[in-house]
């Protein structure tokens, strides 16, 4: 299968069963929501070094916040279901908790799965925070130098998808970067996804394991590497020079679907040879994204 | 069509009618509703010698049923509803929703004395004017309101959400003396003025007022600034119907911390002019 | 008045005379138990029922300004318990502090035809012959608190024990009341003038006065004694409800030698150190107290018995009701008497896990279970401090059916029942021994002669039970209640109402004494001299219980 003449590569990407929870983080102006949402979601690329991965999914005007300010949402991962409370926890306490403005929302209020959140933070009131019952949702005002930290006393947590992902196979590094770029641009704001890696791009694919150290849980991908294809067992196309990878988060299959499509659409340009996936053979993941199904289906993103 | 009520004999004296709630009427006809038994004064009597009674009650659960006339001595309804509805198209009498847990009462005119006394759940909306003790903890009760709304979009008497435990009282117009009296906690927000000695002997809990008042001296001040839960907590009130200004949603707010006789974790803010 | 009763085959419960669960006819005329009826009087069909005399409550609060307060301070209580009026009887409050209507109707409609306000302030007198006034149906009386008084005190501690004795002779007589009441003598004088000071042993000296406890305790048996009345010297013990104070309670008994003296609901004053890692937790005293009250027969007492659920605190004990109120934190009321008593409300709930609750509850009915002598050990919640005067019928069930107490005892703190008595006893009371706690033992204690008793010239107070195997059913509604000899209670429901009487006493005094009380009086108190004393007009229908001397411990 050739899109703008890049071969899409009969192949799949394997993803995983994660858990998922969304934040709202708001603040006086877009700026400080961004500060913090940064700081939150910043060193969160990948469980196997940051044990949570995390992203900004899109940025919310004032009509959309809870409290009728700028903000951003972000969709915060784990693997499983225990640490994703003790993952926010600790990061939603030194970096929203500690940002000026910002005030920290539940984005999954219809999910029976809650997490006490906020009902953790509130400790660092030390007994002068008090919660609030506005509607039929708990919020905590803890006080701070700066007037009042709000969060939500608790937040949804449902199972989501980690590890969707595919790779650009290019000519060169440029052309690699470029794609790269414009797949990221075209994937930005889609709804219930993040790419959790630097700028949504991942240029160190990595393999289980390792041929060499025991103690390594992931090494290089040799085999998409260029500069080891004389050495290895290489995957690599004639004529490719460089690779780089997205990785998609979200809250369901259907979302990184449709992301990876305006994304591997996007990144079909000139100098890109062709565009593969990474998997494990299909026995690891539960979630299988077929390259070519995905393009050849033609649905929208879907509604939020 | 539901059961429509109309007030044909206005009562001499107070008419205790707590059978006029949705759970009470579910499945009856009107002739049936008629036929419910309600003291008047001390003398038992039927809903029929008040009331014209038509259409029949909503099948299944508890529906929805209205009222019209002036009802003002008319006591108890709802009183302890779970869930359903009732409007009232007139004024209505004491104890309008006493212990309600549930459902919601629309009064598109005036309550009297104790609205929604120790409610625990539902929402209570007034669009005139209500007497004193609206949430309030019924005498001698240590706890008022347990939870649910009210929403009272005219003025009030004394001791609104007195003892109040949770939940929200909101009042359009002004509110009495004695306002959130001895609250535990919970909300009242009133859009209008304060009268004296609000929040006595209250532990926790928030009383928010647009006007300037003078507290009892066992306020103490800390603070202007702009609480963000407001911002919440006037959407809300915007979204049950109350005229709530865009300053009011972005002012700032003096932060008042009493009782200091109590606890001293209540706090009164009183939007900055 | 004029009403004739023959009451037929009903098996009759009468231990003063020494029938028990015979089937026999009761006859009843002017009033009184009568040999017999004429052939015209109403017969009642008492087959497969209990007769017994009516029943005596040797102490409980139920009339006066403290028990007002009580009312005044929880209306929550009375709002789900309204007492409808009927054709014939009027309407009131329930709740643990019922109305003065609802009580006397409460207490007939359990068949109690008598009942004893247990704690009442000199000065609140005229108030609780009002309220006694109003309580229908049942004859009441009340004991008036002299164990604070100042004036007392000085005479005490002068040494003019004369004209001590005449002044509380003067004291029993002006107020109408039936005896002397010590409330923790020494406690609310201390508590008055020192900031949440109390009394904590016999030997303590009671703030200004050269007095301790021993010494006023031995003044008011001496002198009680010396008065002849018919029910001696009432005592609330110093500690009460306490850990460790048994060893009080048994210092005070011993104080009696060998004199009638009566110690009120001393489940409360019977609590063992505390055990265990805790500093507070009670053991129960309910063995050593009961083996002492078995041996002495100069002593007598009422349990006091806690029940579960909703109480009310009200006592003459003002330090203690203060310690309780720190308990809940709740509202609560602290009331002085000017030169004569404290007084402290405070509405409370017994929780069975609870482990002090649980304790109070077991021993309560330890010393129920130990008593060797019913006569001395008799039936009382201390209402409505223990438990409501309604919970008597369950308080007999667990005192009678050992498989219900079984499984009330499995739902209560377990800690709290490892650590008291109450698993090795399997005695269960027979109707004759709860005739005896509820309506005869009172009435000896009382010195009424006429109550608790049927026999001939006896007061026709009897109360007429269905049997029925469930003790509490069988106890919570009399098939009939006659009260003078007016059937009041037909087939379970009021057929007219009725108006007890006053009980109470008259001590002869020498006048004298009144030239050493007056001076005081225009000194210290609110009140004139001259209005001080209640006049007949306070108890238009009353009765005077004879003084004379009293033998101790002597049975008919």
């Avoid at chain 3, 009516?54 to 007002?68: E, F, Q, S, T, Y």
Wanted: aromatic share 6%; hydrophobic share 40%.
């Amino acid at each position: 299968m050739l899109l703008n003449g890049v071969l899409i590569e009969d192949t799949f990407a394997e993803a995983f069963t994660m858990r998922v929870a969304r934040l709202l983080i708001t603040a006086r102006t877009p700026r400080w929501a961004k500060e913090a949402a940064l700081k939150l979601t910043g060193f969160a690329t990948s469980v196997i070094g940051c044990k949570c991965e995390a992203g900004i999914e899109r940025e919310l005007a004032a009509d959309d916040t809870p409290d009728g300010r700028p903000g951003l949402s972000v969709l915060f991962l784990t693997m499983d279901k225990e640490s994703l409370p003790q993952r926010l926890i600790e990061r939603i306490g030194q970096t929203v908790l500690t940002c000026p403005t910002t005030a920290c929302f539940d984005g999954l209020p219809d999910v029976p799965d809650r997490l006490p959140v906020g009902k953790a933070l509130r400790a660092f009131g030390d007994g002068f925070q008090a919660s609030k019952v506005v509607g039929d949702r708990r919020y905590w005002r803890i006080p701070v130098m700066e007037g009042e930290f709000l969060i939500e006393e608790t937040f949804g947590m449902q199972k989501g998808v980690g590890g969707g992902n595919f790779l650009i196979l290019a000519a060169d590094a440029d052309a690699a970067l470029a794609a790269a770029e414009a797949a990221v641009e075209a994937m930005s704001g889609h709804p219930g996804v993040v790419l959790p890696f630097p700028g949504g791009v991942v240029r160190s694919g990595s393999k289980v394991g390792s041929k060499r150290y025991k103690k390594m849980v992931a090494t290089t991908n040799d085999a998409f590497s260029p500069t080891l294809r004389a050495v290895t067992e290489s995957q690599l196309p004639e004529g490719v020079n460089s690779v780089l990878e997205i990785v998609l988060d979200g809250t369901d299959g259907a979302a990184i679907e449709s992301a990876m499509r305006l994304g591997i659409r996007a990144a079909c340009r000139p100098g890109v040879k062709a565009i593969s996936a990474g998997n494990f053979g299909g026995k690891l993941g539960p979630h299988h994204f077929h390259l070519r199904r995905i393009l050849n289906g033609a649905s929208p993103p879907p509604a939020v | 069509m539901s059961l429509a009520f109309t007030l044909r004999t206005p009562p001499t004296v107070p008419l205790e009618a707590e059978v006029l709630t949705p759970a009470r009427l579910a499945g009856l006809s009107a002739p049936e509703a008629a036929k419910l038994s309600v003291v008047h004064g001390n003398e038992r009597a039927d809903l029929g010698e008040f009331f014209q009674v038509q259409g029949t009650a909503d099948g299944g659960g508890a529906g929805e049923f209205r009222l019209t006339g002036d009802l003002s001595r008319v006591k108890h309804v709802g009183a302890g509803m779970a869930d359903g509805r009732i409007v009232i198209h007139g004024s209505v009498g004491m104890h309008l929703g006493a212990e309600m847990t549930g459902g919601e009462i629309i009064v598109e005119g005036d309550a009297a004395d104790w609205v929604g006394p120790e409610m625990t759940g539902g929402r209570i909306v007034i669009k005139g004017n209500a007497g004193h003790m609206v949430g309030a903890a019924s005498r001698g009760s240590a706890v008022g309101v347990r939870g649910g709304e009210i929403v009272v979009f005219g003025n009030t008497g004394n001791e609104a959400g007195h003892g109040m435990r949770r939940g929200l009282v909101a009042i359009g117009g002004d509110a009495g003396d004695f306002a959130g009296v001895s609250m535990l906690a919970g909300t009242i927000v009133v859009l209008g003025s304060l009268g004296w000695r609000a929040g006595a002997g209250m532990r926790r809990g928030s009383i928010v007022t647009m006007h300037p008042v003078e507290l009892l001296p066992t306020f103490s001040y800390a603070c202007t600034y702009a609480p963000l839960y407001l911002r919440l907590l006037l959407a809300r009130l915007r979204r049950l119907g109350l005229p709530v200004a865009d300053a009011q949603v972005s002012g700032r707010y003096q932060r008042w911390s009493g009782d200091a006789v109590e606890l001293n974790k209540g706090e009164v803010l009183i939007l900055e002019a | 008045m004029g009403s004739s009763l023959r009451i037929v085959n009903g098996r009759v419960y009468d231990p003063a005379n020494g029938v028990d669960g015979e089937v026999r006819d009761v006859c009843i005329r002017d009033g009184k138990i009568a040999a017999d009826a004429p052939p015209d009087a109403k017969r009642i069909d008492a087959a497969g029922m209990v007769v017994m005399p009516g029943g005596v409550d040797i102490h409980c609060h139920i009339a006066g300004p403290k028990v007002n307060l009580a009312r005044k301070v929880q209306p929550e209580d009375h709002r789900y318990d309204v007492h409808p009026r009927t054709r014939v009887t009027r309407s009131g409050t329930g709740g643990s502090v019922p109305s003065t209507f609802a009580t006397g109707y409460r207490y007939a409609g359990l068949g109690y035809t008598t009942a004893m306000e247990a704690a009442v302030t000199p000065l609140g007198a005229r108030h609780a012959l009002e309220e006694l006034h109003d309580t229908p149906v049942i004859d009441k009386g009340f004991y008036v608190l002299v164990g604070n008084n100042v004036l007392l005190y000085r005479l005490l501690q002068e040494g003019r024990l004369e004209e001590f004795r005449n002044a509380l002779a003067w004291w029993i007589k002006v107020t109408k009341a039936y005896a002397p009441k010590l409330v923790n003598p020494g406690g609310d004088e201390l508590w008055k003038g020192q900031r949440n000071a109390n009394i904590t042993s016999l030997d303590d000296k009671i703030g200004p006065f050269e007095l301790t406890p021993r010494k006023v305790i031995a003044g008011f048996i001496e002198a009680a004694t010396a008065l002849g009345l018919p029910h001696p010297v009432h005592i609330h013990c110093n500690n009460l409800g306490h850990t460790g104070n048994v060893a009080t309670t048994l210092e005070t008994m011993r104080l009696a030698e060998g004199r009638r003296t009566h110690f009120a609901h001393v489940q409360f004053n019977s609590y063992g150190p505390a055990a265990g890692k805790s500093q507070t937790n009670p053991t129960s005293g309910a063995r050593e107290i009961a083996e002492f009250v078995n041996t002495h027969p100069n002593i007598s007492a009422d349990v006091g018995a806690v029940m579960f659920g909703r109480s009310t605190i009200m006592t003459g004990d003002a330090p203690l009701a203060y310690m309780l109120r720190q308990f809940g934190g709740t509202k609560w009321v602290n009331a002085d008497t000017e030169n004569e008593s404290g007084c402290g409300i405070v509405p409370f709930t017994y929780q069975d896990r609870v482990y002090t609750n649980a304790m109070q509850w077991a021993v309560g009915l330890e010393l129920f279970l130990l008593s060797q002598d019913p006569w001395r050990m008799v039936f009382s919640t201390d209402h409505p401090n223990g438990g409501s005067f309604v919970t008597y019928p369950r308080l007999i069930r667990l005192l009678m059916d050992r498989e219900f107490r079984k499984a009330r005892m499995a739902e209560v703190n377990q800690k709290a029942l490892d650590r008291s008595g109450l698993r090795d006893l399997s005695r269960e009371y027979s109707l004759n021994e709860i005739a005896i706690v509820t309506r005869a033992g009172p009435a000896r204690l009382l010195g009424l002669t006429r109550k608790g008793q049927l026999g001939v010239g006896a007061d026709a107070d009897v109360t007429i039970y269905e049997e029925d195997p469930d003790k509490e059913k069988m106890f919570s509604a009399p098939r009939y209640v006659i009260k003078d000899g007016e059937l009041i209670i037909e087939d379970h429901e009021f057929r007219v109402d009725h108006e007890g009487r006053l009980l109470h006493v008259a001590p002869d005094f020498d006048p004298g004494i009144e030239q050493v009380i007056e001076p005081f009086f225009e000194d210290f108190y609110t009140i004139r001299f001259a209005n001080y004393a209640v006049d007949d007009r306070y108890a238009p229908h009353h009765e005077i219980i004879p003084t004379a001397p009293q033998a101790a411990g002597a049975r008919p």
